[in-house]
């Protein structure tokens, strides 16, 4: 008798005859982030994933259940017991052992469920559930009751290469693994909303680098560390991540010099996207990610968004456009990142935001005002380009 | 690192090659613990009795009448919590400024909660507190009174000694607490003079180590323990003493007492220098809290109108030049400019302070740097203001 994790992935499940291409990725995601936790043995087993640690007294069960619920494309994860010959004999000692543990501190109420994927094996599922259910009964005593309906615990049996016992699943990520969709690169500002929408497009399997637009001394060295430290967050999930950081205190200044005040944060934003689109076609991504969503702020009006918009020729990614912020704040709660983007760090760019910015700029005028920047902007872009700092974040 | 220009010694100091020394030494060679009975244990307390002796005499108090703390915070939070319990009984009655550092200000905020009657005696516009409304205000009921002696933001030296008097006259029993975290060292104090019942003082202000404090309590008040434990220190503050921390604090001090003098002049000739450097060569700069020679000769807030402080302590930075923007330990949180509102600075002249902070060390050619460096950069600044171009 062993213990095990199992993983359930459901998504992949469908993906026809590239299946093992997304589980194998899996595979390879679970393996790399338990690393640091111990040895585990790591298997496919239809449909399933089992990882077993090797030595099981040197491995905290919590810690590895955290780590495996951070990992995208696992819809559950149960820890339960494993025999490895199947009979009913096997099943019988694994489901004494987990129920024993279940009703150790109180009287419990609980239904047997089984789902055979070996067909061979000689009763059938109702069977096993049944028999198993009766002989609890007998073992435990007053201590167990049987309720189908609602039960305090679910014992589920599989029957496959192997027996497996476990009573209780735990929410997985969900998504798709990391790595199996293509690439994207993120513009990350410090604030709430970015690392939000990076950790949403990255849950569908994309793999996600980052920029980052610093502007000393208008920002300061906590507010980049502040950044690098978002990024690792959301690199919590995703393994890894790259993050760019582009030193952007000239070209701010001259937009401020040169362009009408109230368009500042607009045409910033669109210098924002076509230095984005440069360092994301380097790195091989297919498309950026903002954090925008309609009407939060003036930059991001409809009006704004459009404009800000036609700078990029990507397709631009804004998984948060329709959500309020106190969802988007929950998310960023869940997922950890909440504490980190509200130290205020960041306050120094008012400087460069109108008192009463343009909420409804219309492109052509936005282009005109842009004009004034014809002669020396492209060179100043290039030069940011050049010049941009990588941090690996691992 | 010899581009470097720290004036940013308020808020921390550079320890001295002594202190490094002493408290390496002590760490090396005086591993035993004080409390061991045998000659290990003897040597280590041996050291801190010195050291004791030494601090008791800089103050004119007794060797016994010191104790040794984590530092600054913890020497405000013992005496004002560990007064106000032991006295309860006697009145519900505290007092401080609103200038106070938060380990002293957030101390009162907790006793309010705790049901103190808390008062706060009202400043003038270079930080000078009101005597007269200070006397009005301390009753039969009032436990407690603290002060700080310097304040860390503006330089205000509060004058102790009368107001120590003026406290005993009122009240005899009224307890008086001095935060001298940024005057120890520096200026001359004496508490039975000034009738001080608890000072605190933080090493790593006037060049020692960081992590140790001392609380002078006078031995004729009682105090209640913070920190329960071993019954180190005559069971008023548990705890194994740092006796490598208290070696280099001792160094510190040595160095600075017998240069007092000296150090301050030399600080104050720099500190003449910048600010009339800035306030001559810069339009629309103005000193914050009490004139040049009035405040300490080692703190300097100058308010540069147009520009975000934070942004040009960025800029300098640029240069290697580190100055504060507001108190560095609280210039995380919104509303470091508590002790400039105080004043009755308002607006964007609260976000427009910088202050200057000298050592022994600073160098007058330092100085014209940092004269030459903000000429240089402040009309750069002042284009980029908040709102837009000016007309």
Redesign the interface.
Known sequence: MKNVFLIKYGELAIKGKNRHLFENRLLSNIKKNLKSLGEFLVTKEQGRIMVEPVEEDSIDVNTVLNRLSRIFGIVGIAYGLKAEEVSFDAVKRLALAQMTEECADKNITFKVETKRADKRFPMTSMEVSCELGAYLLEALGDKVKVDVHNPDVFLMVELRNHAYVYAKTHKGAGGMPYGTNGKATLLLSGGIDSPVAGWMIAKRGVEVDAVYFHAPPYTSDRAKQKVVDLAEKVAMYTGSMNLHIVNFTDIQLKIYELCPHEQLTIIMRRIMMYISEAIAKKNGSMALITGESIGQVASQTMHSLVCTNEAATMPVFRPLIGFDKEEIVQIAKRIDTFETSIQPFEDCCTIFVAKHPETKPKLEQIERSERALDEIIDEMMQKAIDEVEVVKIR | METEIYLDNAATTKPLDCVVEAVKDTMMHNYGNPSSLHKRGMEAETIIKEASKFFAMQIGALPEEIIYTSGGTESNNTAIVGAAMAYKRRGNKIITTPIEHPSVGEVFNYLESQGFEVCHVGVDEKGYINLEELKTLIDNQTILVSVMHVNNEIGTIQPIEEIGKLIKLQNKETLFHVDAVQSFGKLPIQVKRSKIDFLSVSAHKFYGPRGVGLLYKNKAVRMQSLLLGGGQQKNVRSGTENTPGIAGTLAACQYVTAHQKEIYESMMACKKRLAEGILETIPNTWINGPSIEESASYILNIGFEDV?A??????L??FEIYVSSGSACSS???GHGDVLAALGIKGAALDSAIRFSFAHDTKMEDIERVIEVLGEQIPLLR???????KK
Do not use: A, P
């Open positions: 975000r934070e942004v040009l302590l960025h800029t930075e640029q995380h949180k919104k284009r980029y203001t908040v709102g837009g171009k």
